[in-house]
């Protein structure tokens, strides 16, 4: 069988990341990336990628000018709360809007550069060993790096289960024409119909929006209800290509395991619950595993096929876990407390009239909401002010 340091299976952001994290910590070492796909290929998203992101990937050597090239750079946010509580302000630094087939073959194409090889295989099965894990009987890895999506073949060959459905939610998402007034302008809005629910229009350039609308899984919304919440919300819209996704929401993320098969992005339920954001959280788990991986046993003697494996992996999961705790753990305590006390459309009202009222508790919100940031006495302070 073929010998591999890491293999990453899923090409996606989180797997993309995971792999350009392996060969910035270990040059030279073998990395493998396996997704069932050919690339570029679309993917069920918002399309929109918070600074933040592109900070991390930055931090892998990757330019992300060049990344979101083509794409235009989106300075400000319109919010509209449950109660009708409008704000738009510009963020603390632009957003980028980037289509997932164009942003993930981009970034799979860094990887590839840097030193990963890409082969197109669905896994079926893994069993780990002394050594390492063996994939499908074809290869071994020291480490594998599971970034393969919520429906992770590689979190079920575990023994892990997937989220409950009051833990998952699904989004309905396709192409139109911006809505008028929109240019440089994301737009979020929601209603206390159906709550929590909301409804969102990103710009991608040439007057074209990214459209979606999604709500939780336990509401058993069917697709008609979805479309039909979507025009209701953005009334005029005239989406094309709709198609719908589950996503796994960070209030039911597994464990992750010891040993030296890692989890990463969607594959370990890290979907911000407030918003459904989850690039950040997968370039950001993505790297924190790379670095696990070479950490946890890999050393960069590997040469792909007929390589000879040395010893397993078997301490990445351990520091997998510490370096998941250390850089998320208090973000996601505070985003799900948000999540939780958001059920309540009142509170949202609350917390969009402080955003309207003051700047920082504006960007306090994104922060929390997109990226890594955490819940303050001046947000909560102002929000229960502006309760009614």
Same mark, same amino acid.
Not at 114 to 135: C, F, I, P
Not at 226 to 247: F, I
């Given at each position: 069988?073929? *010998?591999?340091?890491?293999?990453?299976? @899923?090409?996606?952001?989180?797997?993309?990341?995971? *792999?350009?994290?392996?060969? +910035?910590?270990?040059?030279?070492?073998?990395?493998?990336?396996?997704?069932?796909?050919?690339?570029?290929?679309?993917?069920?998203?918002? &399309?929109?990628?918070?600074?933040?992101?592109?900070?991390?990937?930055?931090?892998?050597?990757?330019?992300?000018?060049?990344?979101?090239?083509?794409?235009?750079?989106?300075?400000?946010?319109?919010?509209?709360?449950?109660?009708?509580?409008?704000?738009?302000?510009?963020?603390? +630094?632009?957003?980028?809007?980037?289509?997932? /087939?164009?942003?993930?073959?981009?970034?799979?194409?860094?990887?590839?550069?840097?030193? /990963?090889?890409?082969?197109?295989?669905?896994?079926?099965?893994?069993?780990?060993?002394? &050594?390492?894990?063996?994939?499908?009987?074809?290869?071994?890895?020291?480490?594998?790096?599971?970034?393969?999506? #919520?429906?992770?073949?590689?979190?079920?060959?575990?023994?892990?289960?997937?989220?409950?459905?009051?833990?998952?939610?699904?989004?309905?998402?396709?192409?139109?024409?911006?809505?008028?007034?929109?240019?440089?302008?994301?737009?979020?809005?929601?209603?206390?119909?159906?709550?929590?629910?909301?409804?969102?229009?990103?710009?991608?350039?040439?007057?074209?929006?990214?459209?979606?609308?999604?709500?939780?899984?336990?509401?058993?919304?069917?697709?008609?209800?979805?479309?039909?919440?979507?025009?209701?919300?953005?009334?005029?819209?005239?989406?094309?290509?709709?198609? #719908?996704?589950?996503?796994?929401?960070?209030?039911?993320?597994?464990?992750?395991?010891?040993?030296?098969?890692?989890?990463?992005? &969607?594959?370990?339920?890290?979907?911000?619950?407030?918003?459904?954001?989850?690039?950040?959280?997968?370039?950001?788990?993505?790297?924190?595993?790379?670095?696990?991986?070479?950490?946890?046993?890999?050393? @960069?003697?590997?040469?792909?096929?007929?390589?000879?494996?040395?010893?397993?992996?078997?301490?990445?999961?351990?520091?997998?876990?510490?370096?998941?705790?250390?850089?998320?753990?208090?973000?996601?305590?505070?985003? @799900?407390?948000?999540?939780?006390?958001?059920?309540?459309?009142?509170?949202? &009202?609350?917390?969009?009239?402080?955003?309207?009222?003051?700047?920082?508790?504006?960007?306090?919100?994104?922060?929390?909401?997109?990226?890594?940031?955490?819940?303050?006495?001046?947000?909560?302070? *102002?929000?229960?002010? +502006?309760?009614?």
């Amino acid at each position: 069988m073929e *010998a591999w340091d890491v293999v990453v299976v @899923g090409g996606g952001p989180a797997g993309s990341a995971a *792999a350009l994290s392996v060969l +910035r910590h270990r040059p030279g070492a073998s990395v493998l990336v396996l997704d069932r796909a050919d690339f570029p290929r679309d993917k069920v998203c918002g &399309d929109g990628i918070a600074p933040e992101a592109l900070d991390v990937l930055t931090g892998l050597g990757v330019d992300t000018a060049q990344l979101v090239a083509g794409h235009p750079l989106v300075p400000r946010l319109r919010l509209r709360s449950p109660g009708g509580t409008t704000v738009e302000r510009a963020m603390h +630094r632009p957003a980028a809007v980037v289509p997932r /087939a164009v942003f993930d073959g981009r970034l799979l194409a860094a990887a590839q550069a840097a030193g /990963a090889e890409l082969r197109r295989h669905t896994v079926r099965r893994l069993q780990v060993t002394d &050594d390492g894990v063996e994939v499908d009987g074809l290869l071994t890895a020291r480490v594998l790096i599971g970034a393969d999506g #919520a429906e992770s073949v590689v979190r079920r060959a575990l023994g892990m289960a997937g989220n409950r459905p009051h833990q998952l939610a699904v989004a309905l998402r396709g192409y139109a024409p911006e809505l008028p007034g929109q240019a440089g302008v994301q737009v979020i809005t929601t209603t206390d119909q159906r709550w929590p629910a909301y409804a969102w229009s990103f710009p991608i350039g040439n007057g074209r929006a990214n459209v979606g609308y999604g709500e939780l899984v336990s509401s058993r919304a069917t697709r008609a209800e979805l479309v039909a919440g979507l025009h209701r919300l953005l009334p005029g819209v005239a989406p094309e290509g709709l198609r #719908a996704h589950r996503l796994p929401l960070s209030t039911g993320r597994p464990r992750q395991p010891d040993g030296p098969v890692l989890l990463a992005g &969607d594959a370990l339920s890290l979907v911000n619950p407030l918003t459904g954001e989850g690039i950040f959280y997968a370039v950001t788990s993505g790297a924190l595993a790379g670095e696990a991986a070479v950490a946890g046993g890999v050393r @960069g003697q590997g040469g792909g096929a007929g390589g000879v494996p040395g010893q397993g992996g078997g301490g990445a999961g351990a520091r997998h876990r510490r370096l998941l705790r250390r850089r998320l753990g208090t973000h996601l305590v505070h985003s @799900g407390a948000a999540s939780w006390v958001s059920r309540w459309p009142a509170v949202m &009202d609350g917390a969009f009239r402080a955003a309207a009222h003051d700047q920082r508790v504006f960007d306090e919100v994104v922060h929390l909401g997109l990226a890594d940031g955490r819940l303050t006495g001046r947000s909560l302070a *102002a929000a229960v002010r +502006r309760l009614r």
